[in-house]
Structures are given as C-alpha cells and as structure tokens.
C-alpha cells in the first residue's frame, strides 16, 4: 500500500514539475516567436498648424460680412467632419 501510495506520488510530482517546464517553454516561444509591438507617437507637421492659425486668424479678423459668413460656414464644416454630435451645440450657439 505505501509502495503504491509512493509511485503515484512521485507521479504526480513528476506530471507537475514537467507540466511546469512546459509552461515555462511555452512562454519563452511566445517571447521568442510573437513580433514586439512597435510604439509610435504622432508628430503634427508644425507647418501646416501655423499655415491653420494663420488662415483661422485672417477669417475671424476680417471685417466684411460676407468674411464672417465664410468664418461661419468653416466652422460648421469643420464641426461637422470632426464632431458631428458637437453639431447642436454649434448650431445653438449661432441661433
């Protein structure tokens, strides 16, 4: 009885430890095998920001009506591409 107690001990630790190796191996595929993820930050072209401020202050200095007409209609444009359920707040705010 102990002598049968002992083998599916020394069993079961046996299935255990390589169980645990394999777990082991199969992380280090993983780590070995899956591609690393490639982190990449978004630099805004610093030309076109001041080419947008230049044209967004030339609209909104202008004097005419028919200039604050064209300041209008590109924010809703604008408002409309970007965040069209910002749209009714937009539309409440002119009305």
């Known amino acids: 009885m102990k002598m049968r107690r002992n083998f599916y001990n020394n069993r079961y630790s046996d299935i255990k430890s390589y169980l645990e190796k394999l777990i082991k191996f199969k992380f280090s595929l993983i780590d070995r095998c899956y591609p690393k993820p490639i982190f990449r930050v978004e630099k805004p072209n610093e030309e076109i920001i ?42 409440e705010e002119y009305s």
């Open 50 to 91: 001041k080419l947008k401020e230049m044209v967004e202050n030339e609209l909104s200095s202008s004097k005419s009506d028919k200039d604050k007409i064209n300041t209008i209609l590109s924010d809703y444009i604008n408002e409309l591409e970007c965040n069209p359920f910002g749209l009714k707040s937009m539309i």
